[in-house]
């Protein structure tokens, strides 16, 4: 399997733009998690799904944020408007089990830079 | 609100000796606790998880502790190489609960 996909791997766009993340979570697995990382705030949930179904959203910072998960294979998190403090690594994760011990799979990051 | 407090400091090693990381979290104690590795530029890679109810488990080279009393967890690699030089992440679990709580990672630096 080839993990986790995301992209872009970078982006950077100017305060006000929207901005999309997408993200591929391991075949097979039901567990969704969006991340982001900050040197300020470390590494901080934003929202997780289950079976494509958002159950805590409760680190979405704003409305300006949102997640969304149309099928088994595919998510997004977008950002509308961006503003400069949003600049961070988002990292998305998938969980294959029915355990909450199951390990977490993260992907490699996008890395944003709002201007 | 729970916290978690791990070194902030790079810590060096000599290569071949035993590298110890701390993690120490305020409040009550977790169901589990786990840890993870982060290269630059990636994300981070689970190692080991521990239970509240269990004091050491190890894995090759890595051994993890974890003591309520203290509200810590230790987190070991013996006969320590280059390349185990990376950013070590503790994070804590509650019960019953697939939300992580993060600590800020020690960086970790192997010198040959």
């Known amino acids: 399997d080839a993990g986790v996909i995301q992209s872009p791997r970078h982006e950077v766009t100017e305060m006000g733009q929207e901005v999309t993340l997408r993200c591929k979570p391991i075949?097979?697995?039901?567990?969704l998690f969006w991340y982001r990382q900050t040197m300020m705030r470390g590494l901080e949930l934003l929202i997780y799904f289950n079976n494509n179904v958002p159950i805590d959203d409760s680190g979405m910072p704003e409305d300006r944020f949102s997640a969304k998960m149309p099928n088994a294979s595919f998510s997004t998190l977008k950002i509308q408007p961006s503003e400069p403090r949003d600049s961070a690594v988002y990292f998305c994760?998938?969980?294959?089990?029915?355990?909450?011990?199951?390990?977490?799979?993260f992907g490699p990051g996008t890395r944003l830079t709002v201007l | 609100s729970q916290k978690i407090e791990q070194n902030s400091e790079a810590l060096n090693i000599q290569e071949g000796k035993t590298a110890t990381l701390t993690c120490n979290y305020t409040?009550?104690?977790?169901?589990?606790l786990q840890w993870y590795r982060q290269d630059p530029g990636r994300g981070p890679v689970f190692l080991l998880l521990?239970?509240?109810n269990e004091k050491e488990k190890r894995k090759e080279r890595l051994k993890v502790t974890f003591d309520t009393t203290l509200k810590q967890s230790l987190f070991h690699i013996t006969a320590s190489q280059p390349a185990d030089s990376a950013t070590y992440l503790c994070?804590?679990?509650?019960?019953?609960?697939?939300?992580?709580?993060w600590g800020a990672g020690t960086k970790l630096i192997i010198k040959p």
């Open positions: 409040n009550y104690s977790p169901a589990y």
């Open positions: 994760a998938s969980s294959g089990g029915t355990e909450v011990t199951d390990t977490q799979y």
């Open positions: 521990i239970r509240e």
């Open positions: 075949s097979g697995h039901d567990y």
């Open positions: 994070a804590l679990q509650m019960d019953s609960n697939y939300q992580l709580i």
